[in-house]
């Protein structure tokens, strides 16, 4: 079976359900995902978030590099792995809340070629490129959309083959080229034993 319930429903997908609530170690202001448009549980996703006013606050209103990585970070490793752990365990994101936590362990190469700022609505294509013993590597880029397109519409056909070849409109804006972006399913004994050292 793909996917995994939660209160009786089935998730066989994470475009049918808001970010936060696979996302659940992540609060309000933390979360940097705002929609998941397509998704392959084994290969990738796309996913979109616009920065708000307290994402580039004291940043003169540009939505920092750094920033850009933990949001594609929670919107393929941490997402993407979330999701295979509960199909896994048949379980549910809120029954590994006191368990475990999705950790962001290391980053390759970044290059950034543009900028994005407070309104600028992104997407992030992200390729799975290793998975296992709970720890995902993820290469992709972020694009900055086009403004009014509707991102529901335009991924409804997207497929596997556009994704590895990043096949979209010439209206994208490429804007960052990611490398083996790192996240890791940590049990939270560990932290608590790391903090009684």
Known sequence: ???????????????????????IAYGPKKLLVDQYHWHSPNKGIVASYTPKDYDVEDHFGIFRG????????QATAASLSMFLICQKNACAPEDLKEKSVPSFISV???????????????????????????????DGRIYQCPPGLDL?????????????????????????????????????EYFRAAKKK
């Open 1 to 23: 079976m793909v996917g995994y319930y939660e209160n009786g429903r089935h998730i066989e997908s994470l475009c049918s359900i808001h970010p936060r609530e696979i996302l």
């Open 66 to 73: 750094v920033d850009q990585i933990e949001s594609f970070v």
């Open 108 to 138: 390759g190469n970044v290059n950034f070629m543009g900028a994005l700022e407070k309104g600028d609505t992104y997407v992030m294509l992200g390729k799975i490129t290793f998975y296992k013993f709970k720890q995902m590597v993820c």
């Open 152 to 188: 529901d519409d335009y991924f409804k056909d997207f497929n596997e083959e556009r994704l590895f070849k990043y096949d979209l409109s010439p209206d994208f804006k490429l804007i960052s080229d990611l490398y083996d972006i790192t996240g890791r399913e940590i049990e939270i």
